[in-house]
């Protein structure tokens, strides 16, 4: 069974820091190109950031120079260091395994049920 489990969400300031941590067991996580989506209310789910199964990252421009995603293949966990947040960062946050990297259409694939972040102003 596949299980995909996000964390470290949070209320945090104008300017702070976040890092989210997403565990996945019940695949070959190491073989699985891994993502971060958001969603905010009324918004549709967009794409934040991946890395492929290789270590190639690729960032959404609304967030490149301030995230930061990597993964430790032997821990099966996926990381996204968040920095400089503002409240257009305010979101639930989605990890998901084995979509394409990138990719415009977040469906598919293995998903988290999401870590809620909220940065007040």
């Known amino acids: 069974q596949v299980q995909v489990v996000e964390s470290g969400g949070g209320l945090v300031q104008t300017g702070g820091s976040l890092r989210l941590s997403c565990t996945a067991s019940?695949?070959?996580?190491?073989?699985?190109?891994m993502g971060w989506f958001r969603q905010a209310p009324g918004k549709e789910r967009e794409g934040v950031s991946c890395?492929?199964?290789?270590?190639?990252?690729y960032y959404a421009d609304y967030v490149k120079g301030r995230f930061t995603i990597s993964r430790d293949n032997a821990k099966s966990t996926l990381y996204l260091q968040m920095d400089s947040l503002n409240p257009e960062d305010t979101a639930m946050y989605y990890c998901?395994?084995?979509?394409?990297?990138?990719?415009?259409?977040?469906?598919?694939?293995?998903w988290g049920q999401g870590t809620e972040v909220t940065v007040s102003s």
């Open positions: 890395i492929s199964w290789s270590g190639r990252t």
């Open positions: 998901a395994a084995g979509l394409p990297c990138p990719t415009s259409t977040p469906r598919g694939g293995y």
């Open positions: 019940g695949l070959t996580f190491a073989d699985l190109n």
